[in-house]
C-alpha cells in the first residue's frame, strides 16, 4: 500500500487546510541525563507511535551524573531554531543546532554558550528566559553565582564568552529593593528558582524567605535593575514574605491557600508556583504558574485542600505591571486529590505555553507523562469536560523502542517548540562506504507533511561531481529479496558497504558541483495528500556510480517521517 502511494511522489494532490497540530515537546529527562523530543508524526494527537519519541541530545560521555540538564528553551535566530539548555552539573550554558539536519543534536553541534563555571564561578544554575532583545537570563540559587544573570552575543561568535557579553544584574547577598504598590521592600536575591519571559521582561520565581514572583527588565545600559520599574512585585500568592502585599484574591480567600502545614506540625511550609510560562492571548499577555507539589507528600493546605496539580493564570488587567489587583489571577486548572476529578496529576514537574495548549510535565504514579490544558470554551480556564488532553505521552505506553535506558524517567521540566522547528522528519543511521576519505553524506531540507504544496528535498552531499546518484527508497528494513537487512554487500564485491532497505523504487541523478568532494545530487519531493501516507516511515540510501574505476559508494540508512496534515 506504501509503494503504490510513493509511485505518486512527484503528483501534487490537492493540499488540505493544516489543522491545529501538537506542538513538539522537549524532555529535559535527569535519569539518563538527555533532552529527549516528542513529535505527532501521525497526527493521531498523542506522542505514543513509533519513533514518537527520541533522544534530542545525549553527550554520550559517561551515562548518568556526567552532566545534568535543568532547563531548556528553543528560539529561532535568523530563521534557524537554535537549542539552549543549563547544565547544572558542569555548571555550563550550552547552545546547539542541528546543523547536519539529521534531527538531533550530534557530539559537535553543541557549544558552550557561557562558560559559567570559569567565568561567573561555581553555581546551580537553574532557570532559563530568552528576551526579544536576543539576551539569554539565568539564575541560581546555589553555590558562589548566585543570583540573576544576563548574557548575550554581541560579536556574533556564537557564545556570550566575551568580554561585556555577561552581567550579573542581581548578585545575592546585600538589600536587593523591588518596587510594590506599598513602596519599596527588599527581596531575597539568593534564592531565584524559576524563569519565564515575554518580551524584554523576564518574570523569577524566588523561593526561601519569600516564595513569590518577581518581575524585572532592564531598561537602560547600566549593569544593574535598580532604576525606576527595572524591578517590582508580580505575584505574591503564598504571603510568606510579610514586607510584600498579598495578591487580593488569595488574602480574601478567593483562591486557593497555599499555606500548609510545617513538618511534625509545627509552623508552615508553603506550596511553590515555581513553574512558569507566557504567551500571548487576543493582544494580552497571559501568564501561567503551577505548583510543583507531590500528591504524596504533604499535599493539603492548613484548610484541607490539596495543592498538588493546580495551575493558575494571570493577566495584567490594569498595566501597573503586576498581577496583585483582585481578578487579575484565576485558577485555570485543578488536577489535585480534592479536585473530584478521575484525572489526577500527581506532580507538575514541568510548564510551558504554546498556540495550541499549555502543556504540563508530570509524573502519574511511576510514569513520566506530558498532560495539555486547552480553553475551548473560551471562559478563562480549562478546568471543563474536554479540556484536559490526558497523558499525551506516557513513558510506560510506548511503541517501539524506549530512548529511556537507565531506570525509570525523570522529566525536570519541559519545552515546547512548533512541530517542524527542529528537524524532527529525518534520521540517519548506519556506515557510508566508500573508496578514499569522502563518503556520501545524507541532506535534507523542506516540510515532510502528507500534501504540503513546498515539500522537501532529499539531498546527497560529499562526492565527486558529474557522477550518477542513485536514490533507492525502500518500504521495508528487515529483508530484501528473502535476505535479512542490515545485508553487508562483501557478498557482492562491496566490502565495508551495507544495504539498510529494500529498495523498491530508484531515481538517478547526476551530481554537480567542483572539487573533488563538491558534488551534489538533489531530488525534489512533493507528496500528494494520501492518508496512507500519514506517519508512514520511508527508509532511503544512495548510491554513487563511478564506472570508469568500478567503484561504487553507499550513503547511511535515512528515514523520512512523514507528518500527517
Given at each position: 500500500m506504501i509503494r503504490s502511494s510513493l509511485l505518486g511522489w512527484f503528483v501534487l494532490g490537492a493540499a488540505p487546510a493544516l489543522g491545529q497540530?501538537?506542538?513538539?515537546?522537549?524532555l529535559v529527562e535527569t535519569t539518563q541525563d538527555q533532552l529527549v523530543r516528542l513529535t505527532d508524526?501521525?497526527?493521531?494527537?498523542?506522542?505514543?507511535?513509533?519513533?514518537?519519541?527520541?533522544?534530542?541530545?545525549?553527550?554520550?560521555?559517561?551515562?548518568?551524573?556526567?552532566?545534568?540538564?535543568?532547563?531548556?528553551?528553543?528560539?529561532?535566530?535568523?530563521?534557524?531554531?537554535?537549542?539552549?539548555?543549563?547544565?547544572?552539573?558542569?555548571?555550563?550554558?550550552?547552545?546547539?543546532?542541528?546543523?547536519?539536519?539529521?534531527?538531533?543534536?550530534d557530539i559537535g553541534e553543541d557549544s558552550r554558550y557561557r562558560y559559567i563555571l570559569g567565568l561567573d564561578g561555581?553555581?546551580?544554575?537553574?532557570?532559563?528566559?530568552?528576551?526579544?532583545?536576543?539576551?539569554?537570563?539565568?539564575?541560581?540559587?546555589?553555590?558562589?553565582?548566585?543570583?540573576?544573570?544576563?548574557?548575550?552575543?554581541?560579536?556574533?561568535?556564537?557564545?556570550?564568552?566575551?568580554d561585556g557579553e555577561s552581567?550579573?544584574?542581581?548578585?545575592?547577598?546585600?538589600?536587593?529593593?523591588?518596587?510594590?504598590?506599598?513602596?519599596?521592600?527588599?527581596?531575597?536575591?539568593?534564592?531565584?528558582?524559576?524563569?519565564?519571559?515575554?518580551?524584554?521582561?523576564?518574570?523569577?520565581?524566588?523561593?526561601?524567605?519569600?516564595?513569590?514572583?518577581?518581575?524585572f527588565e532592564k531598561r537602560n545600559t547600566d549593569s544593574d535593575l535598580a532604576d525606576p520599574g527595572e524591578s517590582r512585585l508580580f505575584l505574591n500568592a503564598t504571603g510568606k514574605n510579610s514586607a510584600f502585599p498579598q495578591n487580593a484574591d488569595w488574602q480574601s480567600g478567593l483562591l486557593r491557600s497555599l499555606v500548609l502545614p510545617g513538618p511534625g506540625g509545627k509552623g508552615q511550609a508553603y506550596a511553590r508556583l515555581n513553574y512558569l510560562a507566557s504567551r500571548q492571548e487576543s493582544g494580552q499577555t497571559a501568564w501561567?504558574?503551577?505548583?510543583?507539589?507531590?500528591?504524596?507528600?504533604?499535599?493539603?493546605?492548613?484548610?484541607?485542600?490539596?495543592?498538588?496539580?493546580?495551575?493558575?493564570?494571570?493577566?495584567?488587567?490594569?498595566?501597573?505591571?503586576?498581577?496583585?489587583?483582585?481578578?487579575?489571577?484565576?485558577?485555570?486548572?485543578?488536577?489535585?486529590?480534592?479536585?473530584?476529578?478521575?484525572?489526577v496529576v500527581d506532580q507538575i514537574t514541568g510548564l510551558d505555553a504554546a498556540s495550541d495548549g499549555i502543556y504540563l510535565g508530570a509524573i502519574d504514579g511511576s510514569n513520566a507523562v506530558v498532560h495539555r490544558l486547552r480553553d475551548l470554551n473560551g471562559d478563562g480556564d480549562a478546568l471543563d469536560a474536554g479540556e484536559l488532553d490526558f497523558a499525551l505521552f506516557d513513558d510506560s505506553q510506548l511503541a517501539g523502542p524506549s530512548p529511556f535506558f537507565i531506570g525509570t524517567p525523570f522529566v525536570w521540566d519541559i519545552a515546547v517548540a512548533p512541530q517542524g522547528w527542529f528537524q524532527n522528519s529525518f534520521i540517519d543511521s548506519g556506515t557510508p562506504c566508500g573508496p578514499g576519505s569522502n563518503k556520501p553524506k545524507l541532506g535534507f531540507s523542506?516540510?515532510?507533511?502528507?500534501?504540503?504544496?513546498?515539500?522537501?528535498?532529499?539531498?546527497?552531499?560529499?562526492?565527486?561531481?558529474?557522477?550518477?546518484?542513485?536514490?533507492?527508497?525502500?518500504?521495508?528494513?528487515?529483508?530484501?529479496?528473502?535476505l535479512p537487512l542490515p545485508l553487508d554487500l562483501a557478498l557482492f564485491g562491496l566490502p565495508g558497504c551495507t544495504?539498510?532497505?529494500?529498495?523498491?523504487?530508484?531515481?538517478?541523478?547526476?551530481?554537480t558541483g567542483s572539487g573533488p568532494s563538491g558534488g551534489v545530487a538533489k531530488l525534489p519531493v512533493v507528496?500528494?495528500?494520501?492518508?496512507?501516507?500519514?506517519?508512514?516511515?520511508?527508509?532511503?540510501?544512495?548510491?554513487?556510480?563511478?564506472?570508469?574505476?568500478?567503484?561504487?559508494?553507499?550513503?547511511?540508512l535515512g528515514v523520512v517521517h512523514l507528518l500527517a496534515p
Open positions: 497540530q501538537l506542538s513538539d515537546v522537549l508524526f501521525d497526527g493521531d494527537g498523542r506522542y505514543q507511535s513509533q519513533d514518537e519519541v527520541r533522544v534530542l541530545y545525549y553527550d554520550g560521555m559517561g551515562g548518568s551524573n556526567f552532566s545534568s540538564p535543568r532547563s531548556a528553551l528553543v528560539r529561532l535566530e535568523a530563521g534557524t531554531p537554535a537549542l539552549y539548555w543549563i547544565d547544572t552539573q558542569r555548571d555550563q550554558l550550552f547552545r546547539a543546532v542541528d546543523e547536519s539536519g539529521n534531527g538531533r543534536i561555581s553555581t546551580s544554575p537553574d532557570g532559563l528566559a530568552s528576551t526579544s532583545d536576543g539576551a539569554i537570563w539565568w539564575c541560581s540559587d546555589g553555590g558562589v553565582a548566585r543570583g540573576l544573570f544576563r548574557c548575550i552575543d554581541l560579536n556574533g561568535n556564537d557564545d556570550a564568552n566575551d552581567e550579573k544584574l542581581i548578585p545575592a547577598g546585600g538589600v536587593q529593593w523591588v518596587e510594590t504598590d506599598a513602596g519599596s521592600a527588599a527581596f531575597d536575591s539568593s534564592n531565584l528558582l524559576r524563569l519565564a519571559s515575554f518580551g524584554n521582561m523576564v518574570v523569577a520565581y524566588v523561593q526561601g524567605d519569600d516564595e513569590a514572583a518577581f518581575r501561567y504558574f503551577a505548583t510543583n507539589q507531590a500528591a504524596g507528600f504533604n499535599a493539603l493546605n492548613i484548610l484541607g485542600q490539596a495543592v498538588n496539580g493546580l495551575v493558575f493564570r494571570g493577566v495584567d488587567l490594569n498595566a501597573d505591571g503586576d498581577l496583585q489587583e483582585a481578578g487579575e489571577v484565576r485558577a485555570y486548572f485543578d488536577g489535585s486529590l480534592t479536585s473530584g476529578s478521575p484525572f523542506g516540510d515532510a507533511h502528507v500534501g504540503a504544496p513546498t515539500g522537501f528535498d532529499l539531498r546527497v552531499e560529499n562526492v565527486a561531481p558529474g557522477l550518477p546518484a542513485v536514490l533507492l527508497v525502500g518500504t521495508d528494513t528487515t529483508s530484501w529479496l528473502g544495504l539498510y532497505q529494500n529498495a523498491m523504487l530508484r531515481f538517478t541523478l547526476l551530481t507528496l500528494q495528500n494520501d492518508p496512507q501516507l500519514y506517519g508512514a516511515e520511508i527508509p532511503l540510501q544512495w548510491v554513487i556510480v563511478d564506472a570508469a574505476a568500478g567503484q561504487f559508494s553507499f550513503s547511511k
